[in-house]
């Protein structure tokens, strides 16, 4: 069965340090997402990729950045992790418009940085 | 850009009673609304959702309404049960133009045997 995947599921760093959080869909979807959920605020888009060499910014994307070279893949990576982001992260997936527009979660990524 | 506003944030009910969770939308333009229902330590997942061509949609128990002139929108829970207790959130998007996602802040619903 399709699926997606996020690792680590548990992640605990310290300020400063380099963070990559891994998504790896076997959907064949185009469109990935990338998510922060905190108390009181939901979930909020951080990166967004509707295929192969394109990414975009969504809300909260300062301190964050995403590559995507393949279809299956969009890793997160946190250049210098600030206490500030320690959350919950998730990722999505959806096919492209003319289809389903439900997006796909990943089980999630607890990551807290010290 | 979008806002979306979901009340309330906690919602207790007794199994078997019916549960309401309202949200409003600021942008006018929006025209997809997917529920979606996360529980404990997992992702978020769709349960149902509503395009504005249609006013009311129905899938066993639960149900969306759609106000576009007042832009709010609602799931209703009949018979609620225990394994409805969850978190859930309403969204906003619009279709065909991205489908980004701008969601509520979720409201945790617990169901009391």
């Known amino acids: 069965d399709a699926e997606i995947t996020q690792s680590p599921r548990h992640k605990i760093t310290e300020t400063g340090r380099q963070v990559t959080l891994a998504c790896h869909q076997t959907?064949?979807?185009?469109?990935m997402f990338w998510y922060r959920q905190d108390l009181g605020h939901g979930l909020r888009l951080i990166h967004y990729?509707?295929?192969?060499?394109?990414?975009n910014k969504g809300e909260v994307s300062d301190g964050y950045s995403v590559s995507r070279s393949n279809t299956e893949d969009l890793p997160l990576t946190l250049e210098s992790a600030a206490s500030s982001q320690t959350s919950v992260y998730f990722c999505?997936?959806?096919?492209?418009?003319?289809?389903?527009?439900?997006?796909?979660f990943g089980p999630g990524t607890r990551l807290t940085v010290l | 850009g979008e806002n979306v506003e979901q009340h309330p944030s906690t919602l207790s009910v007794q199994e078997g009673d019916s549960a309401v969770i309202k949200c409003t939308y600021s942008?006018?333009?929006?025209?997809?609304f997917p529920w979606y229902k996360q529980e404990l330590g997992k992702g978020p997942q769709l349960i149902i959702d509503?395009?504005?061509?249609?006013g009311e949609k129905k899938d066993q128990r639960i149900a969306v309404t759609l106000n576009k002139t007042a832009k709010h929108f609602s799931l209703h829970i009949t018979e609620t049960q225990p394994e409805d207790s969850a978190v859930y959130f309403c969204?906003?998007?619009?279709?065909?133009?991205?489908?980004?996602?701008?969601f509520g802040g979720g409201t945790r619903l617990m169901v009391k045997p």
């Open positions: 999505a997936s959806s096919g492209t418009s003319g289809s389903s527009n439900e997006q796909f």
């Open positions: 969204a906003a998007s619009i279709e065909w133009a991205g489908n980004m996602l701008t």
């Open positions: 942008d006018s333009a929006s025209n997809y």
């Open positions: 509503i395009r504005s061509n249609v």
């Open positions: 990729s509707y295929g192969v060499q394109d990414t």
């Open positions: 959907w064949n979807h185009n469109n």
